[in-house]
Structures are given as structure tokens and as C-alpha cells.
């Protein structure tokens, strides 16, 4: 497939490991990538270089960060004075950022209309997650079929679709799937509370999650902690 | 109702007419107000200072402006390097923000979720507008069905509702309901490229929907024109 030919597809890069496998599998379907991260005032803002080398890595066309500043709405460990807790416990946990990956896929959708692409690749995931509502399957179809009467191309009869090529997978299935395309996990950055270098604190729900990953996938864990 | 019995909603306040009149309609029923303003990047920031304004002489019990960088995915003569038409013409015009109600609307969601607040209350108008796509009526009822899943609150059986009471007035209806409610529209900033003063052009979309919405109200125009 050539330049010219290739369809062009939006991905959303956080720097963590589901987003970068999420990029490899875009790219594998032959999109032509247009990375996308979200500075939203984030605690763990080493991820945001992290996903600006993994996209580089990946053979993405561009990457591009928004600024939002989604500390002055507060209300989450991530953006707001609030600790990061060592476990998960019942219930949604405090790292929850209200409207997350609804306000991301909003400014994706946004860039995708501006680039004329009809794709967007998220790395939501609803097997080993920290039970965020906004990573359930229903959520995706939901934001589909709003993305389609949002916009200008859905006025038009193109059809946007909304890939989460991950949200069935387990985090080992994620894992594995990684291996096989390449991808270098040293250099993802999945922890809540990652240092300036990207090093993990290996306590967090995301470090957990993650470090499971790779034990049940029996892959010698690459994570950097600090 | 007393203050502690209140029910609290976010308001999108954008500056404008239609949202001033939105803001008065949801205190008229009785809600707290916490007025949302988003700075995207719009070449006319004077509404942003009568935003502030408005809520403030309404009543709102708070004001916020959250920041996002929308230039920074350009594409519309609102936040690039186009100009402004005079008139509007066929189809979706250039004045289009790709996703702008989606994305401000995600906001507001967010906001509205770390309140605790149920209600979210949008100016949106599908009768004399610009034809953009997220001002149609299915849309709203899209992001309310998204609202309820992508939150912690509809998770939790909340239901999280979304307002446009003006969505099927004419502009004129909106004119008369705002001299009812008491608003002094001289206060209020709809034109696409209003000077630092926030006086009018005259000649735009914006300009021109809001001038035939007096004249057909048979209300004296208070616009400063410049």
C-alpha cells in the first residue's frame, strides 16, 4: 500500500503499554497513524514523553498533544491533591479523572474531522482494568453512534468508526500481542505516579495490572521501576 | 427552596445570547448554578469576558473557564487562519468547530460528575442556526445516552440528564423569553469576530441570525455594533 492510498486513522497515545499495542495494530491494518495524547494536567506527565517516542518508534506520520487543563475541575488522584492508593478496593477507585476518555475521544474526533479521517483507535480495556464506566464496550458503541451525528463527515454519509482493538484482550493477551509486534515496553510508562524518567513506583493499580500482565504471559517483566 | 435543597446543574455559558438565556431559564427552575465557560482558542475571547459577566448577574453560584488548546487542531475559521464569511451559504459552513459541543459538553460532564450535579444545561438551537451537525436535537439525546455510561454517577443508577430548552425556539422566541427573564442582551457577545470590547461586525452568520431574531420579536436591537 502506498503513502497516497493509505487510509488515515486517529490513535489516542497515552505512553502506557495498551496504547502502544494499540498503534501497532492500527498501523498493522495499514492506517496511516496520526498519534494523539492529552495533556491534561496529569500527575505522571513522563508518560506524555513517552508517548511522543513510542509514536515516533512506531512509524506514526505525526503526534500531536492537546492541553486541557483538567485540574481547575479537579476531582481525581490524578489531577487533584488526592493520594494515589496502593490497591484497588471495591467500587470505582479515586484515579478515576470524570469524563476522561470522553473529553480524549471528543478531541479526536475533532482532529479526525479536520484530517478527513473516519477511524479512531483508543486502548481501552475491560478484562484487567481498574474499573473505569468509561472503558466498557457499551461506552465505545455509545460514543460511535454520537460521533456519527456529532459531525460534519457523519452529516455527509461517511461512516466514523471508534476501534478498541484491546477492550476483550487481558492484560497478558496485551502483553503477548506487544511481543509480536516489537514493541519495546521498557519504554511505556503505565504507572499513576511515574517519576520525571518514567520509572514506576511498582504500587499503584496500573503498576499492578500490569506487572500480572506480564507474569501470566510469562514475559520477563521490562517495566523500570524506580 | 433554600440554598442547602437546591439541586445544582453546569451551565455551558458561551458569552452569547442563546446561553444567557439558558443560564436564567435553569435558575427559573429552580437549580444552583455553576457556570462553565471554555476557552478553545476562539478568535473572538470577548465573550469569554461576557460570559463572566453574565454569570455573575444572573446569579450563578460559580463561574469557571477551562482551558483547551483547539487552534491547535485548527480547522475552522473560528480558531485557524480562515476568514470569517459575510454570509452563510450552503452546507456545514466554515465557522464549524469539528466536535466543539461534543468536546465542551464532555467538560461539562466531567465538572458536572466531580459536583455530583445531574444536570447539564447547553444553549444549543437547531431552528435558526448555522446548520452544524452537534446543534441537532438527536445529538443531545446521543451525548445523554453517552453521559450515562461513560460516569461513575450513571454507573451508580444517577440519571444524568442533558438540557437544550431552546432547541426548538426560533431566534426570535429566544429574544422575547430573555426580555421576559429580564436579560440585558447589550451584555451579551454573538458575533464570530466581536472586538476586544466585544462590539459587533454586523456582517457575520452570528451577527446576522441574531439581528433578524430582534426584528422578528419586534424588540429594539441593544447590540453594540462597531
Known amino acids: 500500500m502506498t503513502e497516497q492510498s493509505q487510509k488515515s ?3 489516542l497515545v497515552s505512553g502506557g503499554m495498551d496504547s502502544a499495542v494499540t498503534l501497532a495494530l492500527a498501523r498493522e491494518q495499514g492506517f496511516a497513524i496520526h498519534a494523539l ?3 491534561y ?3 505522571h506527565s513522563s508518560e506524555l514523553v513517552a508517548a511522543a517516542r513510542i509514536a515516533q518508534e512506531l512509524g506514526a506520520v505525526q503526534h500531536k498533544t492537546v492541553t486541557i487543563d483538567l485540574r ?6 490524578l489531577t487533584a491533591d488526592i493520594d494515589v492508593p496502593e490497591q484497588g ?3 470505582i477507585p479515586v484515579t478515576y479523572v470524570p469524563a476522561r476518555n470522553t473529553i480524549m475521544l471528543s478531541i479526536a474526533l475533532g482532529w479526525a474531522e479536520v484530517l478527513g479521517a473516519d477511524d479512531i483507535f483508543c486502548g481501552v480495556n475491560a478484562i484487567d482494568y481498574s474499573g473505569y464506566p468509561d472503558c466498557r464496550p457499551e461506552f465505545i458503541e455509545a460514543f460511535r453512534q454520537l460521533a456519527n451525528l456529532a459531525t460534519k463527515s457523519g ?3 461517511h461512516q466514523l468508526r471508534v476501534h478498541a ?3 476483550r484482550m487481558s492484560k497478558a493477551d496485551i502483553a503477548r500481542e506487544g511481543i509480536r509486534l516489537g514493541i519495546d515496553f521498557a519504554g511505556t510508562v503505565s504507572c499513576y505516579q511515574a517519576d520525571t524518567d518514567g520509572r514506576a513506583c511498582g504500587h ?3 503498576c499492578r495490572l500490569r506487572a500480572e500482565g506480564f507474569a501470566a504471559a510469562e514475559i520477563e517483566d521490562p517495566t523500570r521501576y524506580r
Not at 72 to 77: E, F, H, R, T, Y
Open 41 to 43: 494536567g496529569q500527575r
Open 72 to 77: 481547575s475541575i479537579g476531582g481525581s488522584a
Open 37 to 39: 495524547s492529552v495533556s
Open 204 to 206: 499503584c493499580d496500573a
Open 9 to 11: 486513522a486517529v490513535v
Open 155 to 157: 452529516v455527509e454519509g
Open 165 to 167: 482493538p484491546l477492550i
Open 89 to 91: 478496593g471495591d467500587g
